[in-house]
C-alpha cells in the first residue's frame, strides 16, 4: 500500500516537472530568437550610427568653408596688395588665376554635394530596405515558415548585399593603408607651406624686392599647376 502510494507521488512529480518545463522550453527558443534577431538590429543599428557620424561630419566641414570665406577675402586683398608693390606686371595672372581656382573648387563642392545627397538618400533607402527584411524573416521564423539556421544565412545575404561587392572594394587594412599616407602627403605638404610662408615674411620684413619677386613668380606657376589638377579631377568626376 505504501509502494502504491510512493509510485503516484513519484508519478505526480514527474508529471508535474514535465508540464512546468514545456514553458521554460517555450522561453528558452523565443528568448534564443528574440536574441539572434537583437544582435542583427544592433549592428544594423551600429552601421546607421556610422552613416550618420560621416554625414554630419561632412555638413560640418562644408559649414566650415563657408565660414572662413571672409577670412580669406581680407587675406586675398592684402596679398594682391604686395603683388601690385612688388611685381605689379603679375597682378592680373594672378587675380585670372585666384579666379579659375575658386569656379573649378566650387564646381567640384557642387558635384561632391550632389554626390553626398544621392548616396544619403540611397542609404535611407537601404536602410528601411533591410528593417523591413528583418521583420519579414522574423515572422517566418515565428510562423516556423524557416528555421533559424534559414534565417541566418538570409540574414548574411542580406547584410553583404547591403555592404556591396566585398571583393570591389579596398579590406580594412588597405583602407588604413591609404587612409596613413594620404595624411603623411597632407602633413608634408603642410609643412612645406609653412617653410614658404616663413621665408615669404622673412623677405616682406627684410624688404628683399629680388626674393619677393622670384617667390611670387614660383607661387604663380604652382598655382597654374595647381588648377590643372584641379581641372582634371573636375573632368573625371564629370565622366563618372
Known amino acids: 500500500m505504501l509502494n502504491k502510494k510512493i509510485k503516484r507521488i513519484l508519478s505526480m512529480s514527474l508529471m508535474m516537472a514535465c508540464v512546468m518545463s514545456v514553458p521554460t522550453f517555450a522561453n528558452e527558443v523565443q528568448n534564443e530568437d528574440t536574441n539572434f534577431f537583437r544582435g542583427k538590429e544592433h549592428r544594423i543599428e551600429k552601421f546607421e550610427e556610422r552613416k550618420d557620424s560621416r554625414f554630419e561630419k561632412k555638413e560640418e566641414r562644408m559649414q566650415k568653408f563657408e565660414e572662413s570665406k571672409e577670412k ?3 587675406n586675398l586683398n592684402k596679398f594682391y596688395e ?6 605689379s606686371d603679375l ?3 594672378f587675380k585670372a588665376e585666384i579666379e579659375e581656382k575658386d569656379g573649378l573648387i566650387e564646381e567640384l563642392k557642387e558635384l561632391h554635394n550632389d554626390k553626398f545627397e544621392g548616396k544619403k538618400e540611397e542609404f535611407e533607402a537601404k536602410k528601411e530596405e533591410i528593417k523591413s527584411f528583418v521583420e519579414e524573416i522574423r515572422k517566418k521564423v515565428e510562423d516556423e515558415e524557416i528555421t533559424k539556421e ?3 544565412e538570409l540574414m548574411k545575404e542580406k547584410m553583404d548585399e547591403f555592404k556591396g561587392d566585398k571583393d570591389s572594394k579596398m579590406n580594412k587594412e588597405d583602407r588604413e593603408e591609404k587612409r596613413d599616407e594620404r595624411k603623411d602627403k597632407r602633413d608634408s605638404n603642410k609643412e612645406d607651406r609653412k617653410e614658404k610662408r616663413d621665408e615669404f615674411k622673412e623677405a616682406l620684413e627684410n624688404e ?3 626674393k619677393i619677386r622670384e617667390m611670387l613668380e614660383e607661387k604663380l606657376e604652382n598655382l597654374k599647376e595647381h588648377n590643372d589638377k584641379l581641372q582634371e579631377k573636375l573632368d ?3 565622366a563618372q
Request: charge should be negative.
Open 72 to 74: 580669406r577675402e581680407e
Open 91 to 93: 597682378l592680373d595672372d
Open 82 to 87: 604686395t603683388v601690385e608693390k612688388y611685381a
Open 208 to 210: 628683399d624686392e629680388a
Open 236 to 238: 573625371e568626376l564629370k
Open 150 to 152: 534559414e534565417a541566418k
